[in-house]
């Protein structure tokens, strides 16, 4: 029995259902815009999006954790780390690391992790993806 939630509705706009993580955050970023990943149970394959719909100025992205998703697992929060340090303390606790270039202003921000979703500090099933958004200065 999974503790994952179901996926919510799609919502309006661009669909990303039926596409890999990887791709669709690339193309929402690729928009200027960053997504917020939302593991949920479903039958599909790990790492899909089921459903999607903005979320203030970001795009929800509910994925879903495979048929058997991993066990919950402590998911470090690595927002502020170095790039290269955040895409090794990610596998070592058992999950994979999807990085995406966004772009910022502030030239101590280069290389470091601005963004991580889902969000770092609580239990996510071990094995699924988790989004970083590397700093990239002008």
């Given at each position: 029995?999974?503790?994952?939630p179901?996926?919510?509705?799609?919502g309006?706009?661009?669909?990303?259902?039926?596409?890999?993580?990887s791709k669709a955050?690339?193309?929402?970023a690729?928009g200027?815009?960053q997504?917020?990943?939302?593991?949920?149970a479903?039958?599909k394959?790990?790492?899909?999006?089921?459903?999607?719909?903005?979320?203030?100025?970001?795009?929800r992205?509910?994925?879903?954790?495979g048929?058997n998703?991993?066990?919950?697992?402590?998911?470090?929060?690595?927002?502020?780390?170095?790039?290269?340090?955040?895409?090794?303390?990610?596998?070592?606790?058992?999950?994979?690391?999807?990085?995406?270039q966004?772009?910022?202003?502030?030239?101590?921000?280069?290389g470091t992790?601005v963004?991580e979703?889902?969000?770092?500090?609580?239990?996510?099933p071990t094995?699924?993806?988790?989004?970083?958004?590397?700093?990239?200065?002008?």
């Amino acid at each position: 029995q999974s503790s994952l939630p179901q996926a919510p509705p799609q919502g309006t706009g661009n669909d990303y259902r039926g596409m890999q993580l990887s791709k669709a955050v690339q193309q929402i970023a690729d928009g200027r815009q960053q997504a917020v990943v939302l593991y949920v149970a479903s039958s599909k394959p790990a790492g899909i999006v089921v459903s999607n719909g903005t979320v203030g100025s970001k795009m929800r992205l509910a994925v879903s954790a495979g048929p058997n998703p991993g066990a919950p697992t402590d998911l470090p929060d690595v927002s502020g780390e170095d790039a290269a340090q955040a895409q090794s303390d990610l596998p070592a606790a058992g999950f994979a690391a999807v990085t995406v270039q966004w772009p910022v202003s502030d030239p101590s921000q280069n290389g470091t992790i601005v963004e991580e979703t889902p969000a770092g500090g609580a239990q996510r099933p071990t094995g699924v993806a988790i989004v970083l958004y590397v700093g990239t200065a002008p």
